[in-house]
């Protein structure tokens, strides 16, 4: 499905939806296809394994990649597509400097996990990342490719952020509004296990 975006500069971008579905059984993929967006099936399960799929089937120059139940605006991920056409090899969404609304992420996360895993980028990488674990970001195809990502589950996301630090890429953020999840089901992120993991 192609659509034009319009940049705040006055440049419009023209792009696809690709939904990369490895298993879900909420109908997501049926509304998605009935509105033009491109299907990819990706027989791995686990987050990071969708995500693989679907950047590596995606035709275009600049990658966003979100989830798919209401939890973000993608409108909001026009400045990070800026941010790259400026010269940023990676740009993160951070909800600490945007918004979070009541009932869209559990405390544990928000006061204990995020902030303690992001503090490690802080230290360890000198990476000046707020959220570490965004679900709205966006880099270059060219990236993807450089970071040779191989995690399969939640943890894909902080093998993003590392890989980007260990090879000197140009880093950006852009503040964003976490919503609640609007799938009314139980999300697939376990706290404490893939916390572990992610550490």
């Known amino acids: 499905w192609a659509d034009t975006v319009w940049l705040n500069n006055g440049d419009g971008l023209t792009g696809e939806i690709i939904i990369a579905d490895n298993g879900s059984d909420d109908g997501s993929q049926q509304i998605a296809q ?4 491109r299907l990819v099936a990706v027989p791995w399960r686990g987050y990071g394994a969708a995500l693989k799929g679907g950047m590596t089937a995606a035709r275009g120059r600049y990658l966003v990649m979100g ?7 993608f409108i909001e991920a026009a400045p990070m597509v800026e941010n790259l056409i400026q010269g940023a090899d990676v740009c993160l969404g ?9 009932g869209a992420m559990p405390f544990l996360n928000r006061y ?7 503090g490690i980028f802080r230290v360890l990488y000198q990476l000046p990342v707020t959220d570490a ?5 966006a880099l270059t195809k060219n990236t993807f ?14 093998e993003m952020v590392l890989k980007a630090a260990l090879l000197d890429c140009r880093y950006a953020e852009t503040p964003v509004t976490l919503s609640p999840d609007q799938r009314g089901c139980a999300p697939h992120l376990q706290p404490w296990h893939d916390g572990w993991r992610h550490l």
């Open 145 to 158: 490719e450089r970071l040779r990502l191989e995690s399969d589950g939640m943890e894909f996301a902080t």
């Open 112 to 118: 204990l996990g995020n902030p303690l895993l992001t």
């Open 94 to 102: 951070s909800r600490f400097r945007g918004r979070i609304k009541p």
């Open 67 to 73: 989830d798919s139940d209401c939890s973000y605006d």
């Open 34 to 37: 009935s509105h033009g967006a």
């Open 133 to 137: 674990h965004c679900g709205l970001r």
